[in-house]
Structure formats: C-alpha cells, structure tokens
C-alpha cells in the first residue's frame, strides 16, 4: 500500500457506543483537513448507513475482521489487534488512535499545524480533558525512580522519554512507527498494552507534546487524576516536586 501525506483516524469500540461515535466522527470532520479517513474498528457498518455518507468513513465488524475471529469465537477480542488492525489499514502517514469516548476539539488540527511549523515528530500527544474540563494521563512519567516509579504529570515542556509513557486512550503515531512497533496482541483490554508498547517504542523514537492542540472525553473517567481520588493528592504532590526540580535545574 502507498502511502500518502493525511491523516487516519482509527476509532476503537465495542459496537454500544453510536451517539459517541456520531459524536467522534463530527469532531474528525469539522477540522476540515485536506486528506483524511476515518476507521472505526469494532461496529456495523449498516448502523450507520443514514449516519454518514462519506467516502471517508471505514467500518469494520468483529465478524469480518479475519482468521483471529474465526478462530477464538467466545475470546474478547483484543484492544491491541484492534489498533494493528487501524495500522494495517491507514492508508495515510499519520495516525491518531481514540477510544470511543474521545473526540477532538476545535483547535486540534490547527494546532497541529501550529506545532509541526518548527517540530518534527514520530510519536505525538497532546492535552487530554475530562469530562469536567479536567486533565488526565496525558504527558506523564510512569517509571521514574525519584516518584517511586508512580505515574506523575511531566511539565508540558520537559521531556524524560526514558521514563515516561503514552497513555492508550489517545495518541498520534507516524505509520513508519507502528508498522516496526505493533502492540501485543496478547494483551487485552485493562492489561497495560499502552504501557508494554510504550517501553519498547521509547527505545528508539523520542515521544512529542503539543501544546496548541486538545482533545476531551465524552465521559467522565475516573482516575488518580480526579481530585475526589484517594490517590488523587500524591498525583499532584509528586508532579509540584518534578516540577520544583525543572525549575532549580535538578533535573534537565
């Protein structure tokens, strides 16, 4: 397959969420990107026949998504062959992987422009918000040992690529990148493919952050980022400390 200067976005889901990925969808299409796709893994294509009417838009069903299916009929399928799947099938050089609850806000492509004028990138992220406008796991240290090896917000500008980790929910990745990095395909959904992935990928590829772009989620999620969290207050805690040490040049 040749490929090509745009974007693919793959929407992964269970098949239960409709409005969201009416939603998701919407969000892809009023960035007004010049060359685009969009393919959402893990639903029917007749749920959405009056829904879209774009060339653009790829539905793949469990059932027609190969030999894994055929073979492992009561299994759950596997969040990581979900996203191969995206990977084997973009046909453009970036990709942007969203979980079916997460949707692009307005400023997201021209940021994205915005940030590629004096960056170049292979692994990229961005601000992620909860529902309550909020932030999330988005740019964060996950092995460090001076937090104890605890996940801990990494300031925007600053970059420890040895330490840190892509949350799986969303992220953007060159083709080239994926193609040479698949997830596991053992690991299934809640098993840390983002975390395993990760690991192996920041090896070679240095991970990205743009400022100028966002994205939200179409729920809410809890998590040791919400301040009603038990662990909520050493999230924030360990993050003023990794802070304080950029600041006073303990850490570079």
């Known amino acids: 397959m040749k490929i090509t200067n745009g974007w693919s976005f793959g929407v992964i ?22 060359n685009f796709e969009i393919i959402i893994i893990g639903d029917k294509k007749e749920k959405y026949n009056s829904k879209f009417n774009n060339n653009a838009i790829r539905i793949f ?4 998504l190969g030999e894994w299916s055929n073979n492992n009929k009561d299994k759950t399928f596997p ?36 940030f590629e004028t004096k960056n170049e990138w292979k692994i990229l992220t961005n601000k992620i918000l909860n529902q309550d406008n909020t932030r999330v796991f988005d740019w964060v240290l996950y092995d460090q040992p001076i ?14 690529n040895h330490y840190q980790y892509i ?9 080239e990148v994926m193609n040479k990095f698949k997830l596991n395909e ?11 992935w990760s690991l192996r990928v920041r090896k070679i590829y240095k991970f990205s952050f743009n400022k100028f772009s966002s994205v939200r989620f179409l729920k809410y999620k809890e998590g040791p980022w919400s301040k009603k ?21 303990f850490l570079r």
């Open 186 to 196: 053992i690991l299934k959904w809640g098993e840390k493919e983002d975390v395993e």
């Open 229 to 249: 969290h038990p662990k909520y207050k050493k999230v924030m805690l360990r993050s003023s400390f990794i802070k304080f040490l950029f600041i006073f040049k």
């Open 61 to 64: 069903d469990f059932e027609n």
């Open 147 to 160: 937090t104890y090896k605890k996940v801990t917000f990494l300031p925007e500008d600053k970059n420890i």
């Open 13 to 34: 889901t269970d098949g239960y969420h409709q409005s969201r990925i009416i939603k998701i969808v919407k969000s892809i299409i009023s960035q007004n990107i010049p």
């Open 79 to 114: 969040i990581s062959l979900k996203k191969n799947l995206i990977v084997d099938k973009a046909k453009f050089e970036k990709i942007c992987f969203l979980h079916d609850y997460v949707y692009l806000d307005q400023n997201w492509y021209s940021g994205i422009l915005k």
């Open 167 to 175: 949350p799986g929910y969303y992220w953007c990745a060159k083709k």
